[in-house]
C-alpha cells in the first residue's frame, strides 16, 4: 500500500521555487470559499490592489491569471499580437527566448537580438535596433534568471512610449526583491510569478498593464460561448486562447465578474498574506535585505577562491552563478548539498548548462541563517570533492557583511 509523503527539511537556495513563510501556508489551508462570495472577492480585490507597489505603478490594471509565471506571460503577450505583427525581443540569456517561442506561436514576425549571456545590453543599441526594426511590440526580461544579469530598461521604455510601441517585461525573477518602476520607466505590460520573491507556491502569474495596453486587449473581447446572448456581439479579432484571453480575464477580474475560470482560492489565500508580509517590512526594507545578502554570498563565494560568472556590476541581487571549477562534477556536488545538507541550489541552461551553478537569494529564503548555511556546506562540499578553493574563509568573509552592516 502506498504510504503517507514525507516532505524533508530543505534549505532552498535556488532561484525559484523558494522556501514559503510557515504564515503564507497557514492562509492557504483555510476553509474554501466559493469563488463569487464577497469574503472572496475581497481577497481578490485586495490582491489586485497589493500587487501594484511592487510593479511600481498606479495602473489599476491589475489581476492574476492561474497557472506559472508564463501562463502570465502568454495570455500578456498573446493579447497584444495579432498574426503578423512585428514583435522584437533582445536576448541576454535563456528566458528572451521563452517570449520569442510564445511570439512565434502566435503568429508573430518574431526579430531577435542576440548577445552573449555574460551582461545585458546598452540601451542605446536597442533603441538603435528599434528604429530599424520598427516593432509594434517591444519584449524583454528585466532579470535574466539562467544568468543571472540585470537589464535597465527606462531608456527604451522612453523611447518606446514616444514612438507609440508596446513594451512588454518579464520580471519574474526581480519583482519583490529587487526595485521595478513600471510607470516611471515607461513599461506598458508586466509579468511576475509567485514562486520566487513573492514567496508563494506556484500556480499564480501576476500581471500589471496601463490603460493602453487594456483598451487594446478589450478591442479584442468576446463573450465565450455558453454565456453569450443574441445581444453579445461576437469579434474576428478575438484572442486566440480561451484559457489566456486578457480580454475575458478583465472582465472576470474587473466590476462586472463576468465568469471565466473557477479562480484558486488557496493560492489566494497565501498570496493575500504573501503579499501583505512584502508590504508590511516595507518594499525599500525588503531590496534591502536582498542586498544584503546577496553582498554576504558574493564576498563568501568570492572568498572561496570562486569565480562568479558575468559583469559583476550587472548582476542581479537574487541570483549569483558560480564558474563550476575544473574537474568538478557539477551534478555530484549538487547532489551531495541536497543529501548531505538538505541544501538545494541549482545547474542552469543553454550555453551555460554545466557551466554553472546558481544560488538564488529570494523572498523567503532570503535569509542569513540560509546565506550562512548554504556557503558552509558548499565549502564542505567542495572540500570533500577535491576542489581547489581557500578553506575556511567563506562563512568568515559572510559575517564580517553581516557584522560591518550592523555596526
Ligand atoms: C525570468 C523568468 N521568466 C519566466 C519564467 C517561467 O516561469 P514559470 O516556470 O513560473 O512558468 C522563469 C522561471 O524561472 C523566469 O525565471
Known amino acids: 500500500m502506498i504510504k503517507d509523503f514525507n516532505i524533508p527539511q530543505r534549505t532552498i537556495m535556488t532561484p525559484g521555487p523558494v522556501e514559503i513563510n510557515p504564515k503564507v501556508l497557514q492562509a492557504m489551508s483555510n476553509r474554501m470559499l466559493g469563488q463569487f462570495d464577497p469574503a472572496f472577492l475581497k481577497i481578490m480585490d485586495e490582491n489586485q490592489e497589493m500587487m501594484r507597489p511592487i510593479f511600481g505603478t498606479k495602473s489599476a490594471n491589475t489581476l492574476a491569471v492561474d497557472g506559472t509565471s508564463r501562463s502570465g506571460i502568454e495570455a500578456a503577450l498573446i493579447g497584444l499580437i495579432e498574426p503578423g505583427d512585428k514583435v522584437f525581443i533582445p536576448a541576454y540569456g535563456r528566458f528572451a527566448y521563452l517570449l520569442a517561442e510564445i511570439a512565434e506561436r502566435a503568429q508573430a514576425e518574431v526579430v531577435m537580438m542576440e548577445k552573449e549571456w555574460d551582461a545585458p545590453f546598452e540601451q542605446a543599441d536597442i533603441i538603435a535596433k528599434i528604429k530599424e526594426v520598427q516593432p509594434k511590440i517591444v519584449a524583454m526580461i528585466h532579470g535574466e534568471t539562467a544568468n543571472g544579469q540585470l537589464q535597465s530598461l527606462d531608456e527604451v521604455g522612453a523611447y518606446c512610449q514616444s514612438q507609440g510601441i508596446f513594451f512588454l517585461v518579464d520580471c519574474v525573477a526581480t519583482y519583490a526583491g529587487i526595485e521595478f518602476k513600471m510607470d516611471d520607466w515607461g513599461v506598458n505590460v508586466a509579468i511576475a510569478g509567485t514562486q520566487k520573491c513573492v514567496s508563494v507556491p506556484t500556480g499564480l502569474s501576476l500581471v500589471a498593464f496601463d490603460d493602453k495596453a487594456k483598451e487594446f ?143 538564488g537569494n529570494m523572498g523567503h529564503s532570503s535569509r542569513r541563517e540560509n546565506v550562512l548555511q548554504v556557503l558552509s556546506a558548499l565549502e564542505a562540499t567542495l572540500i570533500h570533492f577535491d576542489a581547489p578553493i581557500n578553506k575556511g574563509e567563506a562563512v568568515q568573509a559572510a559575517l564580517d557583511i553581516y557584522l560591518n552592516h550592523a555596526s
Do not use: C
Request: proline content about 4%.
Open 217 to 359: 486587449y478589450l478591442s479584442r473581447y468576446q463573450k465565450e460561448r455558453g454565456i453569450r446572448t443574441e445581444d453579445d456581439p461576437t469579434n474576428d479579432r478575438h484572442i486566440s486562447s480561451n484559457y489566456l484571453d486578457m480580454s475575458q480575464l478583465i472582465h472576470y477580474w474587473g466590476p462586472d465578474r463576468i465568469n471565466h475560470h473557477t479562480e484558486v482560492s488557496a493560492l489566494n489565500y497565501g498570496l493575500h498574506t504573501g503579499l501583505r508580509l512584502i508590504l508590511e517590512e516595507g518594499l525599500e526594507n525588503v531590496f534591502q535585505r536582498h542586498r544584503l545578502n546577496n553582498d554576504a554570498i558574493v564576498a563568501g563565494v568570492q572568498a572561496m577562491g570562486l569565480e562568479i560568472f558575468g559583469n559583476l556590476d550587472t548582476k542581479m541581487n537574487t541570483v549569483t552563478p558560480i564558474l563550476i571549477p575544473e574537474g568538478i562534477d557539477p551534478n555530484a556536488v549538487t547532489d551531495f548539498l541536497l543529501e548531505q545538507f538538505g541544501v538545494e541550489i541549482a545547474g542552469s541552461f543553454g550555453p551555460l548548462f554545466g557551466k554553472i551553478w546558481r544560488i
